[in-house]
């Protein structure tokens, strides 16, 4: 049971990742954002600070996921190897970063920022299914490694592995600066209908 939760786990914490997104670009969308920049803050500053918050948010969720599987576990005297399931807890952070961080980019670098929150919504699917189909379609290895969750991998029965969780977190980095940059250069009024 404990194994089976991880196929699912790193696509909720997607879809966390996305509604965090479609919070940000609905504030701006709807002009909230202006109040937030008039406060003396650096832009660069109100989207780490919101980048930050999901971070420990998704940390705190992946954590007590974590404990209630063990604890569910001892509860039921099912052995549970701690190391891989918590190698698996701790790999959905930059899996979950870099889903948000995408959205964030995105939401800079669109017209409409919730635009962000669609394209990113179908890629995380897609990439979900991806990752699903293509060993059973017998696609390249490299058709494969395009998926997020293929990156992330299966860490809970295999233990963890350091080349996924460098990508993610490298493409996790690499998208938050894009999305710092462009919300510097970002006109931000209230978007008519």
Same mark, same amino acid.
């Given at each position: 049971m404990a194994l089976s939760l991880f196929n699912f786990l790193p696509l909720l914490l997607s879809g966390y990742a996305l509604t965090q997104v479609a919070g940000w670009a609905g504030e701006e969308e709807s002009g909230r954002l202006e109040v937030t920049l008039t406060t003396p803050q650096s832009r660069p500053q109100v989207i780490l600070s919101r980048f930050t918050a999901i971070a420990l948010t998704s940390t705190l969720i992946a954590l007590t996921t974590g404990?209630? @599987?063990?604890?569910g576990a001892a509860a039921g005297g099912t052995d549970v190897d701690a190391g891989k399931m918590m190698a698996g807890i701790i790999?959905?952070?930059?899996?979950?970063l870099t889903?948000?961080?995408?959205?964030?980019?995105?939401?800079?670098w669109l017209r409409?920022?919730?635009?962000?929150?669609?394209? &990113?919504? &179908?890629?995380? @699917?897609?990439?979900?299914?991806?990752q699903l189909l293509a060993p059973a379609l017998s696609w390249p290895t490299f058709v494969q490694g395009l998926s997020i969750f293929h990156q992330y991998g299966n860490p809970a029965r295999t233990g963890f592995d350091g080349g996924g969780f460098s990508f993610l977190t490298?493409?996790?980095? &690499?998208?938050?600066?894009?999305? &710092?940059?462009g919300f510097q250069r970002r006109d931000i009024t209230k978007l008519e209908a």
């Amino acid at each position: 049971m404990a194994l089976s939760l991880f196929n699912f786990l790193p696509l909720l914490l997607s879809g966390y990742a996305l509604t965090q997104v479609a919070g940000w670009a609905g504030e701006e969308e709807s002009g909230r954002l202006e109040v937030t920049l008039t406060t003396p803050q650096s832009r660069p500053q109100v989207i780490l600070s919101r980048f930050t918050a999901i971070a420990l948010t998704s940390t705190l969720i992946a954590l007590t996921t974590g404990a209630a @599987i063990l604890a569910g576990a001892a509860a039921g005297g099912t052995d549970v190897d701690a190391g891989k399931m918590m190698a698996g807890i701790i790999s959905l952070l930059p899996l979950t970063l870099t889903v948000a961080a995408a959205g964030f980019a995105l939401a800079a670098w669109l017209r409409r920022p919730s635009g962000a929150v669609a394209v &990113v919504g &179908v890629l995380v @699917i897609a990439s979900y299914f991806l990752q699903l189909l293509a060993p059973a379609l017998s696609w390249p290895t490299f058709v494969q490694g395009l998926s997020i969750f293929h990156q992330y991998g299966n860490p809970a029965r295999t233990g963890f592995d350091g080349g996924g969780f460098s990508f993610l977190t490298v493409a996790a980095v &690499v998208l938050l600066a894009s999305a &710092v940059v462009g919300f510097q250069r970002r006109d931000i009024t209230k978007l008519e209908a």
